[in-house]
């Protein structure tokens, strides 16, 4: 009952104006001090009785000069909940000062009534105090913010440490166990709260009322960390993160900016360490091009290739926002790192051939990485004529300035959905892909290639940030199909292979990526629930927290994704990098299907388009009818259009007939 009122009391206190906290320190030193001086002297002399004949004036001064000295040495500017250790200093140094200001009064103006040994007394009573006061007020301030925010940190390293003091100094959390694997740090006690062995923490939620678990683990490996995450998936606490400690020291980023565990530690992988010759090939000290800068793969290859020391990096996209964006980090890190790179951002649509032709010659690019295409597959199959236009014109139109500029490597960004496509996206994907190995009949100088990978974590359209916004609202997490099966990589990684694969490139190449193991989306949906300090809700859990709700498989969306047309593949110098060889068709053959397939766009012709495609991509079968809602209302407002001609022809018909009757 007594730490509710002490709550309630820290509450009050904290809603007080700055100006009223000052004055009650200043009351509450005015009676402090003159105590403190009276103990000083009882202690000295053995006798209370002499400390109160003292003069009046000896008490009034001493409180005048304390509080004077204080206030110049900022004690009542410090905020008191965020007192820290070099508090201590400044108390020792005015506690000094003011004990010396006051031997220097008692004996000029007083006659020397007290005694120097008695002012020492004094002075370190008055250190004491300081201390004592300011740290109770602390700590109760302490209590009242972090209360319903009782955190256990796993790691009780350096960066443990500065996490558990820096979350002092926040107020609103309170850290009350360290857990850590290293048995030489357990049962040790750091910055006050003890070091407890994994297997504890368990009991230690339940027993503290830990609410959540900080991962503080910085040098450990992904992998490592992914076993940690295994182990914390069972216990009813959210496993979070926090920002890194130098970010928080250098203002920017906050304790109080918590973040989901990441996605990247979730598959438990450690990315293979990049060759730095295939890294800088296509990059170092040349014009680089990213078309689609302002996505998510496009974003991470220009955050990979400016530290790669390219002599300009031209930034081509359609989105205003996007451009902004991305242009703008990319020059903090510019700076940051005192890169000398000229950062070229360009708004324009790779469909517009002759506006990626002059871009190319002005800048004199020299390697282009397009990852500039419509992905989300529901949405292309909902827009045909437009995923055909972008995903396939447009890497033929990137492709055919490419050419026309003597660009000297040209890499295209497909999707595992180019294998054996049951959608449009993966259709238009397949057939770039084709486009791409044609066109490198007709040229000297450019290398063509494509690279080839499932889905990246954390990217537009991933199912990762889908299922954290869906727990954070409360469920049900929606998930398609119980066997629904995807390969994942994380953004950087990916970006990073993409990379050193354009380096590998001979011409007409096609590269897949090592995505490890497959990935089951109902699992991966339960182990974020579980690590979100939720529990999950199905029949053998009634009462669980979140429900995972099934909606079905998606227009056109597959079970199963794979990598390869086949299994003609070889390896590269990159064991994570693999040659794959499939079959090609003519620039002869291929330009004809263009020419057809530009006539349908123009007819905004749907099922022609559809029909060319599954014609090109010989494993294109696609699942149900057209579903483009365009074209599906315009084929119902012809219908409907045509059933009215008739039915008034038919009227026509009939009402010469009745004409004729009559005049028989």
Known sequence: MWMGWVERCAGWATGLPRAVKVAVAVIADAIAIPTMLILAITLRRASLADALAITPLLYLCATTICIGTFSAFGIYRAVFRFVAQGALIHSWLSALTAAALLAGSNFLLLGRPVSINALTIFALLLVVYLLVSRSLV??????????????????????????????????????????????????????????????????????????????????????????????????????????????IVAGRA???????????????????????????????GKVVLVTGAGGSIGSELCRQILPLAPRRLVLLEISEPALYQIERELQLLRKKHGSAVDVVPLLGDVRQRGRVGEIM????????????????????????????????????????AALEAGVETFVLISSDKAVKPTNVMGATKRLAELTLQALQERSRDTRFCMVRFGNVLESSGSVVPLFREQIKRGGPVTVTHKEMIRYFMTIPEASQLVLQAGAMARGGDGFVLDMGEPVRIVELAKRMIRLMGASVCDESTPDGDIEISFTGLRPAEKLYEELLIGGNVSGTDHPMIMRASEPRLPWQQLR????????????????????????????????????DFVWLRGRQAERELASVTDMRSRRRQQQVKSGSALLQ
């Open 138 to 247: 602390r700590e109760v301030f302490r209590y009242r913010h972090g209360s319903k925010a009782r955190v256990a940190i796993y790691g009780a390293g350096s960066a443990g440490v500065q996490l558990a003091r820096a979350l002092r100094d926040d107020g609103r959390y309170v850290p009350v166990a360290f857990v850590d694997a290293d048995p030489a740090l357990q049962g040790t006690v750091t910055c006050g709260v003890k070091v407890h062995p994994p297997a504890t923490l368990a009991r230690l939620i339940r027993g503290k009322r830990i609410s959540s678990v900080l991962l503080a683990m910085p040098s450990s490996s992904r992998r490592q960390r992914h076993e940690v995450l295994k182990s914390l998936e069972i216990l009813p606490a959210h496993v979070r993160t926090v920002p890194d400690i130098s970010d």
């Open 592 to 627: 004809e299907i263009l020419a057809a397939l530009l006539q349908a766009i123009d007819e905004f012709d749907c099922s022609t388009g559809r029909e060319l495609l599954m014609r090109t991509v010989a494993e294109y079968r696609p699942q149900g009818d057209i579903q």
């Open 361 to 400: 010659q002005a800048c004199g690019v020299q390697t282009v990485y397009h990852a500039a295409a419509y992905k989300h597959v529901p949405i292309v199959e909902h827009n045909i004529i437009e995923g055909i236009q972008n995903n396939v014109f447009g890497s033929w139109h990137a492709a055919e």
């Open 254 to 284: 906050a304790v109080a900016d918590l973040q989901e565990v990441d996605a990247n530690d979730l598959l438990g992988r450690d990315p293979v360490a990049p060759d730095q010759a295939l890294l800088g090939a296509c990059i170092r």
